[in-house]
């Protein structure tokens, strides 16, 4: 018998700190070999942290909500060699001791740094999973509730489709997306906080290193409030700082008559094959792109700084970035070889890209190494914009919102679905001729999807 600490280890990203989210166990409690013990964010994504060994929690050396650096220990273990698997609490300094679970094919994923890397995936199934009656009687999952508090959506409106009046995760993303449209219907009141300001980062000290959510900005003023700055937040403002003061940013863009994408859209909405799959005109648009990068690879290419000097590296690949607003802030996950993938699958693709990411699910690994990105800001109600490079890319196209307008056809004004394309563009890899075949291409495919078809 041994009391082990265990360190916050690095998740393969080279992060350098993470926020203890929620604890999923509590001292006396017997854990096996990855079972989770906690939810960890990080600047990229929400991960359950596995434990790396079987016994009994001692302590809990960090507090929710606290940020530390990898490294750091954040709870103890009283571990025993034949401690292995069980469920339940016992007293402390009780050792455990079931078997280790054995290694299971196609396990999940091992953390840098520790633990068996052999995939092993059991984990013990906790009360908290099964679903919970809450006081006005809405059946729901603990992950489902979190979607719905992150989504601002009320349980007890939504109407459930799930086994014996359960609500499912469908059915709060249902009903996300219909009251969205009427999101601006009511004006809303000025707020009794005149003004709020958030703060750069400031460097941690102590174990404990976790800021409160929102603070005082001096001592008795309740007029202003500062919210810390961590997370995504921190690792989207850094990057934006980044991209903007580096690369030097240009934007183009064109009004483009969409009719036909969006009777396209209404044909493949309508089809048998795309059933189970959400179509949007977003689906037309990445396809677009993937199309247009082929005639024009420098939009997809990259500008290098090494010792030796500056080079250009194009990618004759697509890793699509699609930006997604999520409640824990701007995520940038991209499919990867997007332009070896089907329409169906393309559409299926961004169907599992957007839920991941607003689930706040996003590993680390769909943020990295993209190659261009797609912003639909359209989605706000938004007609154009200027969009800011992501770091890595040298192009991004905001796509606008698709609305009736008066548009001339063959000589006479009629009602049309028209929306802008906007693109910027890294000057130092390509210059404004090429970046304008680009998104004239894009418009090209908008304007007629029929281009795709080879």
Known sequence: MSTQNFPLPDVGEGLTEAEIVVWKVAPGDRVAINDVICEIETAKSLVELPSPHAGVVGELLVEEGATVEVGTPIITFVTDPAAGSGTGSVAPGTVATAEAPAPEEGGGSVLVGYGSGSGATSRRKRPAERPVRSSVGVIAKPPIRKLARDLGVDLTSV???????????????????????????????????????????????????????????????????????????????????????????????????????????????????????????????????????????MVNAAWIDTEAGAEIAVRHYVNLGIAAATPRGLLVPNIKDAQDLSMKDLARALNRLTLTAREGKTPPADQQNGTITITNIGVFGMDAGTPIINPGEAGIVAMGTISQKPWVVDGEVRPRWVTTVAGSFDHRVIDGDGMSRFIADVASILEEPALLVD
């Not at 400031?202 to 290193?209: F, N």
């Not at 009719?259 to 209404?266: D, G, N, Q």
């Open 159 to 297: 109407t459930p489709t799930g086994a014996d009046g359960e609500v499912t995760r469908d059915d709060v993303m249902k009903h996300a997306s219909q009251a969205s449209v009427f999101r601006n219907i009511e004006t809303p009141e000025w707020g009794s906080v005149r003004e709020e300001t958030v703060p750069a980062p400031q460097a941690p000290s102590g174990l404990a290193r976790g800021l409160a959510p929102v603070r005082p900005s001096a001592a008795g003023d309740d007029r202003t409030e500062s919210i810390p700055v961590k997370g995504v937040r921190k690792a989207t403002s850094s990057a934006m700082v980044q991209s903007a003061y580096s690369a030097p940013h240009v934007t183009v863009w064109k009004e483009i008559d969409a009719t036909r994408t969006m009777e396209l859209v209404k044909r493949l909405k309508a089809s048998p094959d795309y059933a189970d799959i959400k179509v949007s005109p977003l689906l037309i648009m990445a396809r677009a792109v993937i199309w247009a990068v082929r005639r024009t690879p």
